[in-house]
């Protein structure tokens, strides 16, 4: 299963981009899936993902400006980030557990103040 990653480029602060992530395999309700986020020096971290059940669970700093989404027909995640700010600037990479854990290669996001 390869994931792959679309959507980020170079914004201004306040602005919005739309990540997109489609997977080779078949996208399902089942599947623990999500965003994540790795700033230069730092850790990866969980922006915002679908746990098992369905439920979305967000970062603290994502909460009100982002939204994940999923089309299950075009096997894609989505993330719809509005009013980004510089601190949001990293390599965001989509995750999904299925029969093994997978990563797509990253996007980078870029905020400009």
């Known amino acids: 299963v390869q994931l792959e990653e679309s959507g980020g480029g170079l914004v201004q602060a306040g602005g919005s981009l739309r990540l997109s992530c489609t997977t080779s395999g078949r996208l399902l309700p089942d599947n623990f899936m999500g965003w994540y986020r790795q700033a230069p020096g730092k850790q990866r971290d969980l922006v915002a993902v679908?746990?098992?059940?369905?439920?979305?669970n967000y970062a603290d700093s994502a909460k009100g400006r982002f939204t994940i989404s999923r089309d299950f027909p075009r096997n894609t995640m989505y993330l719809d980030m509005t009013n980004l700010k510089p601190e949001d600037t990293a390599v965001y990479y989509c995750?999904?557990?299925?029969?093994?854990?997978?990563w797509g290669q990253g996007t980078q996001v870029t905020v400009s103040s």
């Open positions: 679908f746990n098992l059940g369905g439920r979305t």
């Open positions: 995750r999904i557990v299925g029969v093994e854990d997978y």
